[in-house]
């Protein structure tokens, strides 16, 4: 969804772009980070709704790393369900940013509990099916719960056992940034000692609930969670430990009732039991540090279950060890003993998960590419030695004590790949060439090495260099700040040359932000961190150029943009001496030179990125128009101008359709006659009024009508026919009816252009049974094609619709009048359609109508809205259809909109009375049925959200028919 944001100050408040349109009753959060901490500062948050009323004020502290996310925003309420456009307002000490959401008056529709079911049930068995296919083992969940409580906590299962960054990729990637964050800042938290293994794991756990209801369309209970989680997460530091959210009893129930289903659970009999009481008693809450630790011992063994199942001599050791260490797990006869195991089963798992760093090895050593023979035969007497070794281990801790050894051999497997990229890309970007002769240097020593000892000091040497390139860079929100700041001044003083490495800049930039989300390789990391280099270093200096532009440098490419207007203007000037009374053409002159004065207007500004573009546009115009005189002078009666040529192009087109159906016309057809002309119609005046974008989907609307409708049938012939458009290919098969299957016919089939010409050809034979098969060549260029198949002497036809492509751009200045035109387009057909006589009597309609025409003609933005404002106050204002026996008012505000009025009856008794409200649209958006009182007084509130228009109010009452018109602003 499009966001629309701007800094009141330095933009150091950056937000996750995910704001547009909501539907009434949606819940909104703001996710973001602010650059530059303060200490001692909150982030104050404001929402403004559409009367600039305070809809929400939150106060936040970011995190440490500047990241914040407020708590849920519910879009209801008389405050903010208003439709509109909201603004929302984000302040920390001097910084600010705003950003703008729209609110729609459909209403909101949160998923009921089936649904939610259904959604949980779909969501739990795709993520088993992704861990099966990222881990290459048997779908981990064999049968899937039925109750919302189980299928969160298998969800959240899951995500704990099986855990890795790939999985993130999967999750719904407007709160992927958020849950990353909050992973990323407990994994932190953890390696500092800032919290205990257990707070951390619960609060993941958290995290992973967060995902759950979030994926099921429980949206505020998700983000309610991470809210949670990000308090928690800011509030620890080195001095003070944050306990984690004590969970609910709800949630424990949910976590003992999951722990009980297992089957393929380590817990004994007893354990069971004693949870099952636990349960029971309602006194969860006291064991939640034992039930944490618990999951925690029954997902590493999970793990350990999955690696017992690989055929290897490497995880021989640790598979012998599970299984004799399983049984005696089994055999525990409550909870506390059970979790005295739980260092073992720690020690089990972390020795499986090196074993799988020391997998990634043996591949390395096992292959048989050439090109890494030398670094295999230097390092395999070591991994043979290591290998050996951990075959003939006899513990564990023997495994254990290789970790720092399999990094080592991780690392020497890597290191020419990484420098070798590292190398190529800095070339490729001219970075620091010192840096780059000794990453070469260093390159040269692993090629030349005759021991490990000697490549393991070029990775720790080559770390060093990496580790100094990112202190010395700034971060990349700063960066990315600088960056968007040198373009802004860039384009205006038209410096192209920094503006082409500015962009260069911005992608790089972009593409790390990207990978800080993800999980890259460190070869990744190290060319982007290159890049990153080339980044920072590239900043100062092209401020520094930026900021050297003097008023000297200014004039001279000022000069540039007006000595080019001036020659334009020269070369209109001498046009006139010939042209002037050619039709439209002083018209077309005159605009002209408005422009290129508007073009001297934006130097005087200083904007001479503008300018240039402005003056670029404008030879591009006097290019095509002078070019359109040249070939027919006289073909316009109004003249040329770029619209005109364009109303030229599509009517032409429109014709073309015309003379087709006058060609092809058919019985058949007669009954899309009306539908027909009436699309002719409004593609008409869709050109009429400029409106090309909408003109170019009408015509092809049209086209498609006209493949449906203007086709002969015949019930002796069925057949498909299509167009392969990459090959040139026509192909044709169907059926005929046959009362003799011993013979074959012959078929005829002709491709007609749109003007009745031959375009191609075929003649071929069926089958016994009737059935028939052909292709043929035959390029076609865009447009219609009828497809005439004869049998005997029955005839068919189909229509090929090969759709064409326009080449027209539109600028922001064009959309804008579509969206003024589109507007125009509705507010006319609702006048003519409620107003009635009102509507057709009043010249004061017939005025407005004409001024706003002719401010389409003259592209005239301004002079449209006004007229529009005014044809909406008119339509209020003149429109009703009044009767003194049923008078009527609508009256909206505040969000509700109140109808009353009386019937004048004779009978005192109530009656039922039948309102309808329709927006300009001319869509009922609203059915009412009520009865008034025996005075025939009547009274409705109707309190629902209603989108910005006119809207019309009609009761009919027996053959009564009365109106009143409201405008929702």
């Given amino acids: 969804m499009p966001v629309y944001a701007s800094a009141q100050s330095a933009d150091r408040i950056t937000i996750l772009d995910n704001f547009g349109d909501y539907e009434h009753g949606e819940p909104l959060f703001v996710y973001g980070q602010i650059a530059n901490l303060v200490d001692d500062s909150f982030l104050i948050m404001q929402i403004i709704n559409p009367h600039g009323d305070l809809c929400q004020i939150q106060q936040l502290v970011p995190q440490q790393n500047g990241v914040f996310l407020t708590d849920v925003i519910p879009l209801k309420g008389r405050i903010c369900g208003l439709p509109g ?93 958020a849950v990353m964050n909050s992973l990323d800042s407990v994994q932190e938290l953890l390696d500092q000692d800032e919290i205990s293994f257990e707070i951390a794991k619960s609060i993941e756990r958290t995290v992973f609930e967060a995902i759950f209801y979030y994926e099921i369309d429980d949206k505020t209970t998700a983000i309610n969670l991470l809210s949670d989680i990000f308090v928690d997460i800011t509030n620890v530091n080195p001095e003070k430990t944050v306990s984690p959210r004590a969970p609910s009893f709800d949630e424990l129930e949910e976590t003992l009732l999951n722990l009980m289903k297992k089957s393929d659970t380590v817990m004994s009999k007893s354990v069971k039991t004693e949870i099952g009481f636990i349960f029971a008693r309602g006194t969860a809450p006291i064991y939640s540090d034992e039930i944490t630790e618990l999951i925690d011992v029954l997902s590493k063994s999970r793990y350990l279950d999955i690696v017992s199942r690989k055929q290897s001599d490497l995880y021989r050791l640790v598979n012998t060890a599970w299984e004799s260490t399983k049984p005696s797990l089994t055999e525990k006869e409550s909870i506390s003993e059970l979790l005295e195991s739980s260092n073992r089963v720690s020690e089990l798992h972390q020795a499986a998960i090196i074993l799988k760093d020391m997998a990634d090895v043996e591949r390395f050593v096992s292959s048989d590419s050439e090109e890494n023979t030398d670094l295999v035969n230097m390092v395999k007497p070591e991994w043979d030695d290591l290998e050996s070794k951990l075959v003939l281990a006899t513990s564990v801790d023997e495994i254990l004590e290789s970790e720092s050894e399999i990094n080592q051999m991780v690392q020497i497997i890597e290191i020419s790949s990484r420098l070798g990229k590292i190398i190529e890309i800095s070339q490729i970007s001219n970075v620091n060439s010192a840096l780059t002769s000794d990453w070469e240097s260093l390159l040269e020593t692993v090629e030349n090495a005759q021991s490990v000892d000697e490549i393991l000091a070029v990775v720790s040497e080559f770390d060093a260099t990496m580790t100094e390139l990112r202190e010395k860079r700034n971060p990349l929100v700063v960066l990315e700040f600088e960056y968007k700041s040198m373009k802004e001044k860039a384009e205006l003083q038209a410096d192209y040359q920094n503006l082409f490495l500015i962009n260069n800049a911005l992608k790089i930039l972009s593409t790390a932000k990207e990978m800080e989300s993800g999980n890259p390789s460190i070869t990744r990391i190290d060319r982007i961190e290159v890049l990153l280099s080339w980044v920072s270093e590239k900043a100062p200096q092209i401020k520094e150029d930026l900021d050297s532009y003097d008023k000297d440098a200014f004039k001279i490419k000022a000069s540039d943009i007006l000595q080019r207007a001036k020659s334009l203007e020269n070369l209109v000037e001498l046009s006139l001496t010939k042209n002037k009374f050619l039709p439209g053409y002083i018209e077309f002159t005159d605009k002209l030179n408005e422009k290129i004065d508007d073009v001297r207007d934006l130097v005087i500004q200083n904007d001479l990125e503008q300018a240039d573009q402005q003056v670029r546009i404008l030879f591009d115009e006097w290019t095509l128009v002078s070019q359109k005189y040249v070939e027919d002078p006289y073909g316009s009666d109004v003249g040329y101008d770029v619209d005109e040529i364009k109303r030229i192009e599509f009517r032409e087109r429109l014709k073309t359709y015309s003379d087709m159906t006058s060609t092809f016309y058919n019985n058949d057809f007669t009954n899309h006659v009306d539908g027909y002309n009436q699309l002719m119609e409004d593609a008409y005046e869709l050109i009429d009024l400029g409106n090309f974008v909408d003109a170019e989907s009408k015509i092809t609307e049209i086209g498609d009508f006209l493949s449906d409708y203007l086709v002969l049938k015949s019930p002796s012939i069925m057949y498909d026919i299509s167009y392969d458009n990459e090959k040139d290919i026509w192909i044709v098969n169907g059926a005929t009816e046959k009362s003799r299957f011993d013979y074959r016919e012959n078929l005829y089939v002709t491709v007609y252009n ?130 003194p026996n049923a008078p009527i008012e609508a009256a909206y505000g505040g969000g509700e909109l109140v109808i009353s009025g009386r019937i004048l009856k004779t009978v005192q008794f109530s009656e039922d009375l039948f309102i309808d409200i329709y927006n300009q649209r001319g869509e009922r958006v609203k059915e009412i049925a009520l009865r008034d009182d025996p005075t025939g007084l009547f009274n409705e509130v109707v309190s629902q959200p209603f989108e910005n228009g006119v809207y019309v109010v009609q009761l009919q009452y027996h053959d009564l028919i009365v109106t009143d018109f409201f405008k929702v602003p």
């Fill in 85 to 177: 456009e909201y603004e929302i307002k984000l302040f920390y000490g001097d910084y600010a940013k705003t950003t703008k959401f729209n609110v729609l008056s459909d209403l909101y529709s949160e998923s009921n509990s089936e649904q939610k079911i259904l959604l949980a049930q779909n969501l739990v068995s795709e993520h088993a099916s992704v861990i099966g296919e990222t881990f290459d083992i048997p779908n981990p969940v064999s049968e899937i719960p039925n109750t919302l409580s189980e299928l969160k906590s298998t969800y959240v299962d899951l995500w704990d056992e099986f855990f890795v960054d790939e999985l993130i990729f999967e999750i719904n990637p407007l709160i992927r940034p």
């Fill in 754 to 883: 749109m003007d009745g010409t031959l375009h191609s050809n075929m003649e071929f034979t069926d089958t016994r049974q009737g059935n028939f098969y052909t292709q043929w060549v035959a390029p076609a260029e865009p447009g219609l094609y009828v497809v005439m198949l004869q049998y005997k002497d029955s005839k068919a036809t189909q229509i090929v619709h090969i759709e064409e492509e326009f080449e027209y751009t539109y600028n922001s200045s064009d959309l804008n009048m579509v969206d003024l035109a589109r507007e125009f387009e509705e507010l006319e057909s609702f006048a003519q359609k409620f107003g009635g006589e009102n509507f057709d009597n009043n010249s004061r309609f017939t005025s407005v109508l004409t001024e706003i025409k002719v401010g389409f003609d003259d592209k005239n933005a301004e002079s449209v809205g006004n007229n529009l404002a005014e044809l909406r106050t008119i339509i209020e204002r003149y429109l009703p259809i009044r009767n």
